[in-house]
Nanobody, 114 residues
Framework: QVQLVESGGGLVQPGGSLRLSCTAS???????MEWHRQAPGKQRELVAG???????YYGDSVKGRFTISRDNAENTVYLQMNSLKPEDTAVYYC?????????WGQGTQVTVSA
């Protein structure tokens, strides 16, 4: 059974940092893992992703502030979020891109507010 377990969300002040983690298990043919986010009333958008070959890519709004990485076993993907802004407030979802389908985590809330 496929499981994506996320952690690291919470409340942080503007300019602060958070690190999100997503651990995937039971995924066959994993090609990439990504972070997406969705704020109320807005479309879900790509935040960052990393392909199996470690190639990373980012949405324009987070370039220079966020860094995606994964562990050596490729079981966990991280999102280091620095210089957080109120507009970063959203539910952040982990996505595992496999050969047959995509798997999504349950989401973790990130709130940036003074």
């Amino acid at each position: 059974q496929v499981q994506l377990v996320e952690s690291g969300g919470g409340l942080v002040q503007p300019g602060g940092s958070l690190r999100l983690s997503c651990t995937a298990s039971g995924v066959t043919g994993l090609m990439a893992m990504e972070w997406h986010r969705q704020a109320p009333g807005k479309q879900r958008e790509l935040v960052a992703g990393v392909k199996r070959g470690t190639l990373a890519y980012y949405g324009d709004s987070v370039k220079g502030r966020f860094t995606i990485s994964r562990d050596n076993a490729e079981n966990t993907v991280y999102l280091q979020m620095n210089s957080l802004k109120p507009e970063d407030t959203a539910v952040y979802y982990c996505r595992a891109n496999a050969i047959l389908r995509d798997y999504w985590g349950q989401g973790t809330q990130v709130t940036v507010s003074a």
